[in-house]
């Protein structure tokens, strides 16, 4: 009983931290200690502290933010750097003070500047200015980065960030207006292949080029970066550029995305692409050769992770009805 961990995963109900735990489940010595928000507030810092004080974690996973596409984060603002900074303080002090030595935070690729060098290297961090449509939410991911680090300058934690490229899969959101491009897609040309629709318009002339990973990819990558050695770990990295791009290395024009979401899910008619809406980035792509120098590669293809998010989405679509 001495060897097992006790491994708290903060945001256990979204898509990453679901996904970590249904890996973390299937490994030997590992306890999990998991927490609605109803039984734990992390934008409250004395619950927070409380819980830590009191629960002897070994290791913390920390997937729970506030997340949303470009109307909500232009939206509210506010809310999306308040909270996501809140809740990083929270547990990554919480953390700190109780003795915790193992923290993985979970960023985003939004932390790099919008005219990026593409292939997006970890070494971007900081060069340049955001993406206006999601700084808020950006610049709290940027905090997260720099507090790990900053514990394990000051104090000798071993507290590491991935950064993961555009995720989808199990547990992704598929509301009809909020969703992320492969959700999106995959409700759209669903519906379109019930109702025998001829043609499905996609926005945009399909040229941009996009990277997508499966989030059972995500959460693989996750757990093997927490659990590297501190020595290769930190060979591979710097003090105060420690965190790590999470990704496939390999992109798609959203075109070639859309005829295989259409593929997937069945579609026979026409697609249309609408050149008059925007495109958006040309390219987005992120520099994974710091991790696969760590050891890791992603292992599930575009096709493959689109078919089992379509099956999935299949077998909970009741969830997803307005």
Request: overall charge negative.
């Amino acid at each position: 009983m001495d060897n097992i961990k006790r491994i708290f995963v903060a945001g256990h109900r979204g898509m990453v931290g679901s996904a970590i735990v249904r890996q973390l489940e299937s490994l030997p010595g590992v306890e999990l200690v998991l927490r609605t928000r109803s039984e734990l507030d992390l934008l409250n810092q004395q619950a927070v502290t409380e819980f830590f004080a009191t629960e002897n974690i070994d290791q913390v996973y920390l997937a729970a933010a506030k997340v949303g596409g470009i109307v909500a984060n232009s939206t509210y603002p506010a809310e999306f750097i308040y909270q996501n900074m809140i809740m990083q303080c929270n547990i990554i002090h919480g953390a700190h003070s109780a003795g915790v030595q193992d923290l993985l935070f979970l960023g985003s690729s939004c932390i790099y500047p919008k005219l990026a060098e593409q292939p997006m290297d970890e070494s971007a961090l900081l060069t340049g200015t955001l993406e206006e449509t999601n700084e808020p939410y950006a610049i709290a991911k940027i905090a997260g980065i720099k507090l790990c680090e900053s514990y394990n300058r000051q104090y000798g934690r071993n507290y590491r960030s991935v950064m993961p490229t555009n995720l989808y899969g199990e547990n992704d959101n598929f509301h009809p207006e909020n969703s992320h491009v492969i959700p999106a897609l995959l409700r759209r040309f669903h519906e379109a292949k019930l109702n025998d629709a001829p043609e499905v318009v996609a926005w945009g002339s399909g040229k941009p080029m996009r990277e997508f990973l499966h989030v059972n990819d995500m959460a693989a990558a996750s757990i093997y970066v927490m659990n590297l050695e501190q020595s290769i770990y930190e060979a591979n990295t710097q003090p105060m550029l420690s965190h790590i791009n999470v990704g496939t290395g390999v992109d798609c024009t959203i075109r070639e995305l859309v005829e295989t979401v259409a593929k997937v899910v069945g579609f026979k008619g026409d697609i249309v692409f609408d050149s008059s809406k925007p495109d958006g980035t040309p390219r987005k792509l992120m520099n994974v050769s710091r991790l696969k120098d760590l050891g890791w590669e992603y292992s599930i293809s575009l096709e493959a992770g689109l078919t089992d998010t379509y099956q999935w989405f299949l077998a909970n679509q009741d969830n997803f009805r307005k």
